[in-house]
């Protein structure tokens, strides 16, 4: 067997002391071994994928990114398939498998997900811009309706309008002067009379209107009187406009530099007022865009996937396919380990489990040769312990009695001294006690 071949079986999980007497399973840890390298590298191009998506990474970071992501889930695999033991009851490999597939499920997921979305990228790309146009329009609508910017509109007027006043120097329109406005209506009201009574007289003098006699009899000279009367009223109107906006621009010409300073100060507070609200709408307005221009990562890629799912029942099942494919090729290691252990026990597992029980059985062998070898080293060390402390505890024994001794014969010469001591004055009281029974005297009791 090659030197590759071996190396990937050996990745695959396969012991090389059991493999070499189970020739037939290599081909089976070979292909696990492969297996094990083909997720790694589907995780390792899903994390490129991710890095630049999500991060906007350049490509060399992004590959190294990868590249490290996928030994990452190299080594967790490994590590699930070399940790799944074959168990006595297939209840129990079950058991030993549930944690290994649900974090398997997991990686799959992570894995699927990145390269789910680069297979719908132009889709995505589309979608994610008809986010965006919705996004900004709602945006817009809001700032538009914000109270808080509400005065912008009605200050751009006044800043309008007071430029305008200034540009005339302050100087009102004539049309803002009630007096000349009335004189106005007036002169209109004399025209509208004057043409009316003009257009009576020549279709009375035609024969177009009135009696319908042409030529120019009493009636027709009554309705010219009535004309010439209007135009003398017209004429009366329009001396009395041209006095009103005579006096009118008089009245304006003296309160153009009152109007003037009041234009400006109000042009310079409005001003002031309108650029402070115009500065905080538009950097309001800044922030949202850069915020958008952001609004292209991940998130923003998975939300665009679901609303084209939502709208094309075809595009959903397509995902679904592809996502469970990319999550079955993450599980496939898991689950492969997972079935081997449910079957029945290959030649390569019944030598594993000689192998194991050989080992076992050397060490517990070897382990009893150096409990006996370090009784044998240690029990003349605890003859001569034991007979240190016989002959310490004699040695107590005999010090003991000693004491004893000394101890009993201290307090007999205590006793025999006190009695020395004694023994004239007991005598003396028995005498003193007879004396007083033989005088009839009651005898007082010690």
């Not at 396969?14 to 493999?19: G, N």
């Not at 302050?170 to 009630?178: I, M, Q, V, W, Y």
């Not at 177009?208 to 010219?224: A, F, H, N, Y």
């Not at 019944?350 to 150096?370: G, M, N, Q």
Request: include cysteine.
């Amino acid at each position: 067997m090659s030197r590759i071949g071996e190396g990937l079986a050996r990745f695959g999980g396969a012991r090389p002391e059991v493999l070499q007497h189970a020739i037939g399973q290599r081909p089976r840890y070979v292909a696990m071994g492969l297996v094990l390298i083909a997720t790694a590298t589907v995780s390792a191009v899903a994390a490129s994928f991710a890095l630049a998506i999500s991060l906007a990474a350049p490509p060399w970071v992004a590959v190294v990114g990868g590249v490290g992501w996928g030994l990452v889930i190299l080594a967790i695999d490994r590590m699930l398939i070399v940790g799944m033991p074959r168990q006595p009851k297939a209840s129990a490999n079950l058991l030993v498998a549930l944690p290994r597939v649900a974090l398997a499920l997991v990686i799959g997921v992570v894995v699927a997900t990145p390269l789910t979305l680069q297979v719908f990228e132009r889709e995505i790309a589309a979608e994610t811009e008809v986010m965006a146009l919705e996004a900004k329009q709602a945006f817009e609508e809001e700032l538009a309706a914000d109270p808080r910017y509400a005065e912008i509109d009605e200050l751009t007027a006044s800043v309008a309008e007071q430029r305008a006043l200034l540009a005339d120097g302050g100087r009102e329109a004539l049309a803002a002067d009630a007096d000349y406005v009335a004189a106005q209506a007036a002169t209109a009201a004399a025209q509208a009379a004057y043409d009316e009574a003009n257009r009576v007289w020549l279709a009375e003098l035609d024969g177009t209107g009135g009696t319908g006699i042409v030529g120019d009899g009493p009636i027709t000279q009554s309705k010219r009187l009535d004309r010439d009367g209007k135009l003398a009223a017209l004429d009366a109107a329009k001396q009395a406009e041209a006095e009103a906006k005579a006096q009118a621009e008089a009245r304006i010409e003296a309160g153009a530099a009152e109007a003037v300073a009041q234009a400006e100060q109000a042009l310079a507070d409005d001003s002031a007022e309108l650029a402070r609200l115009t500065a905080a709408r538009d950097l309001e307005t800044a922030r949202y865009e850069a915020a958008a221009d952001q609004s292209t990562g991940m998130l923003a890629r998975l939300e665009a996937l679901s609303r084209i799912g939502d709208r094309n029942g075809l595009l959903a099942f397509a995902h679904l396919m592809i996502a469970l494919l990319f999550v079955c090729i993450e599980l496939m290691p898991v689950l492969t380990k997972t079935l081997q252990n449910l079957m029945a026990p290959t030649a390569y597992d019944e030598i594993a489990d000689l192998t194991d029980e050989t080992i076992v059985a050397a060490e517990r062998d070897r382990a009893a040769d150096r409990l006996r070898a370090a009784r044998d080293e240690s029990a003349p060390r605890l003859e001569v312990a034991e007979y240190r402390a016989e002959l310490r505890r004699e040695s107590g024994r005999k010090v003991a009695d000693a004491f004893v001794a000394r101890q009993e014969a201290a307090e007999l010469a205590a006793v025999d001294e006190w009695a020395e001591q004694r023994a004239p004055f007991i005598a003396a009281r028995a005498v003193r006690e007879w004396e007083r029974e033989a005088d009839g005297a009651p005898v007082s009791t010690p």
